[in-house]
């Protein structure tokens, strides 16, 4: 049985093992405390940026369609998670139960409106798609900010307009307050929490795309009219493959809302630059490659750790200022960089050359 | 015995273009059909008209006694009909298993639930898949490329997997659209064996588009002739070769 083993499980295993024992590393050097606190407070964000690139590359590498919006899922997943915990803080109070609880109400409302808004939007195609998700993304945070719900002794209050036309009670409490956000966050995201997410998360990806329904989503990403003359069903495989990925990207968002103590839609966190950002980790890690997704998002943050820490031990040094101030920038170049090696048909020349050469050379 | 297709008076337009005019045929069960016809003619848009690619505009198409005109191409690949095309379709991307096992879509069915924690349901139906995958990449000595990218394939293999994968969904009626194009003498001639063979192996109906005048007589029972969207010829191949309007349109007087 073991032998019959394929190359995309061989290699979905050596995946899962880079994870784990990334995991084991840190956990020792977190019980021995070598470990920076500036590093210990990038575990947590690189488990939800994992799980974010991760979810993406369900769309932009095996359903082949460009998502600009999922900054906007992330969103949806973090804030409905975080209005859950403080609505049932007292009801609930085991709290990993709650934060179960938490991470499926967060999966759920984001699947749900990656499943709406992904109706409408799946009939567009490349740049009008990555439009439309962009627009949803920035729509979403700006709904979150004019948002304000709070409860007293009579019951729930809604407005779209202030916070004092909610008339609360004396005995009654605001939960989310438009531009201030949900405050007072329990913080029950953990790097064992985030480990386990990112296991899951590629463990339902790597499923999804090795059965029956993630063929019919890599046909469709490959050969659109082939693919409906074999009779598979276009719209809805979109849509599954767009859901499920909304949702996992719901999942790094509850993440991120625990991870907090006040929850705010800002352009910083859940702006377009965000979802750009998941976009890089993507096609730096490879499209398609959920290993590549896994290692990038984990890469990038490291360095950025680096630089910054290079502020702190040298003072200002104007470049390396620069570069932390000007991280987009930075992609940006990297990008580009990436897409030239690897597609400029000159460059690939050079590569083949290259390689055909060292292979003659070990045949030799 | 009743045809295994039936086409009566099918036509289109495309703006003022009649592009397909009073179109009718009619193959039996288990019979090789070719459909021949100068450029532009409109043999693929027949194709399109067949698997529901393009509504049309008047006629009625009939599949083994059921009437499947104006169905969608899903329904219409349900219903039976699969098809290659002009220019290679493959799912590029997937490796050759793949690509045949993603042809048995319908035919193989388990929920994503069981995709997701590898139930039994979802074990038999792969290895099912595999191995029925593996038989017909045997008929098309495919077998030793089966965990190769569909894209590195050579031009020759890249057809003949189309052909696979279209005889994966289990068809009625098989659809070629000029399946020899682009092959040098001896892969055309490999071919035609490996059309007969297929045709022997599942009894299968064909109806296939060519320009390949060998292919078509060698392999080929009846043929239609279409000339700027209309039948020129209808009848026995060599009698069809024979007659003179076939001979105008195809060689100019």
Redesign the interface.
């Known amino acids: 049985m073991k032998k019959g083993l394929s190359k995309t499980t061989r290699s979905n295993i050596g995946t899962f093992l880079i994870v784990i024992i990334a995991y084991i590393v840190c956990e020792i050097l977190l019980a021995t405390g070598t470990m920076s606190s500036g590093l210990e407070g990038l575990l947590v964000p690189c488990c939800y940026y994992i799980i974010l690139s991760v979810a993406l590359n369900l769309v932009v590498g095996y359903l082949g369609e460009l998502s600009l919006g999922h900054a906007g899922f992330m969103c949806v997943g973090a804030f409905s998670s975080a209005f859950f915990t403080r609505a049932v803080q007292n009801i609930i109070t085991n709290q990993t139960v709650r934060f179960i609880l938490a991470i499926l109400i967060g999966a759920a409302v984001a699947a749900l409106f990656g499943f709406l808004i992904g109706i409408p939007v799946l009939r567009l195609k490349g740049d009008y798609l990555a439009i439309v998700t962009l627009a949803f993304g920035e729509i979403i945070k700006n709904l979150v900010n004019v948002m304000y719900i709070g409860r007293d002794s009579s019951g729930w209050h809604i407005s779209l307009k202030d916070q004092i036309s909610l008339h609360l009670a004396a005995d009654g409490e605001m939960i989310l307050s438009g531009p201030q956000g949900i405050g007072r966050i329990p913080k029950e995201s953990s790097f064992t929490a985030g480990f386990i997410l990112v296991l899951i998360t590629l463990f339902i990806v790597m499923r999804l795309t090795n059965s029956r329904d993630g063929r019919a989503i890599m046909s469709i990403r490959d050969n659109r009219i082939a693919a409906e003359s074999i009779g598979i069903n276009i719209t809805k495989y979109k849509l599954m493959a767009f859901t499920v990925s909304a949702a996992l990207a719901g999942v790094g968002g509850v993440l991120y809302a625990h991870n907090l103590a006040t929850l705010t839609a800002t352009s910083k966190n859940f702006g377009y630059n965000m979802s750009i950002m998941f976009l890089v980790y993507v096609v730096l890690g490879g499209i398609g490659s959920l290993r590549g997704s896994v290692i990038a998002p984990v890469v990038l943050n490291l360095l950025l750790d680096f630089f910054l820490r290079q502020i702190q031990l040298i003072g200002d040094n104007p470049v390396i200022g620069f570069i932390s101030d000007n991280r987009m920038l930075i992609y940006a170049i990297v990008l580009i960089a990436v897409m030239l090696v690897t597609w400029n048909p000159t460059m690939r020349e050079k590569r083949a050359a290259l390689f055909s050469k060292s292979r003659r050379g070990e045949a030799e | 015995m009743a045809a295994m297709l039936e086409v009566k008076n099918l036509g289109i337009s495309f703006g003022g273009l009649r592009a397909v005019n009073e179109f009718s045929i009619s193959i039996d069960k288990g019979e090789l059909y070719g459909l021949i016809g100068p450029n532009g003619a409109g043999k693929t848009t027949v194709f399109n008209l067949l ?1 529901g ?1 393009y509504k049309p505009d008047t006629g009625v198409i009939m599949l083994d006694g059921k009437d499947i005109t104006g169905r969608k ?2 329904e219409i ?2 219903a039976g009909i ?2 290659t ?1 002009q220019n290679i ?6 490796s050759v298993k ?1 690509n045949v ?3 048995m ?2 035919h ?3 929920s ?1 639930m069981a ?4 139930t039994s349901s ?1 074990r038999n ?1 792969e290895a099912a898949m595999d191995g029925k995958a593996m038989e017909l990449l045997k008929v098309f000595e495919l077998e030793k490329d089966a ?1 190769l990218m569909a894209v590195s394939l050579p031009y020759g293999q890249q057809r003949r997997l189309e052909i696979a ?2 005889l ?2 289990e068809p009625k009626l098989l659809l070629l659209d000029e399946p020899a194009a682009g092959m040098n003498p001896q892969e055309t001639e490999e071919l035609m064996d490996m059309i007969r063979f297929v045709r022997k192996k599942f009894d299968m109906t064909i109806l296939l588009i060519e320009h390949d005048m060998k292919l078509v007589s060698g392999i080929c029972e009846e043929l239609t002739v279409l000339n700027f969207g209309e039948i020129l010829a209808q009848g026995k191949t060599s009698e069809v070769l024979k007659n003179p309007d076939v001979i105008t349109a195809y060689l100019g007087e």
């Open positions: 698997t690619v191409t899903i690949s349900k699969a098809r095309f379709r493959l799912f590029g991307g997937m793949d096992k993603a042809a879509h319908n193989f069915v388990y994503p995709g997701l924690f590898h979802y139906a965990d994968r279209a994966a969904t």
